[in-house]
Nanobody, 128 residues
Framework: QVHLVESGGGVVQPGGSLRLSCAASIVSGEIFDIYVMGWYRQAPGKQRESVAL??????????VYADSVKGRFTISRDNAANTVFLQMDNVRPEDTAVYYC????????????????WGQGLQVTVSS
């Protein structure tokens, strides 16, 4: 009844910027709580790693960044639009990866169910 839709991937020059977005598309029901939401990435031949996460998104909203992106990437969200963003500034070739949006949330109509969702993946390529 709900899935994540990502947009904003593409090719960018080193030092450039890119903005990713991820929206929860709801067929029926509603979101009652979000326990964690944010972004992972996976480079070729590498393990999937967390990039930026928002914990307890509808309450305190603590943010956790990977050391490799601190000071360059910014995660934000629009709760009313059920959307999370990743602003990528001063990108580097090593940022090249497939980026996945994720959300752990409580969702439903009369019955609330905790769900772990993943987006389809966005290719981000940083190259001169």
């Amino acid at each position: 009844q709900v899935h994540l839709v990502e947009s904003g991937g593409g090719v960018v020059q080193p030092g450039g910027s890119l903005r990713l977005s991820c929206a929860a598309s709801i067929v029926s029901g509603e979101i009652f709580d979000i326990y964690v939401m944010g972004w992972y990435r996976q480079a070729p031949g590498k393990q999937r790693e967390s990039v930026a996460l928002i914990l307890n998104g509808l309450t305190d909203g603590r943010v956790v960044y990977a050391d490799s992106v601190k000071g360059r990437f910014t995660i934000s969200r629009d709760n009313a639009a059920n959307t999370v963003f990743l602003q990528m500034d001063n990108v580097r070739p090593e940022d090249t990866a497939v980026y996945y949006c994720t959300a752990d949330l409580a969702f439903g109509d009369q019955t609330q169910t905790r769900r772990e969702l993943w987006g389809q993946g966005l290719q981000v390529t940083v190259s001169s």
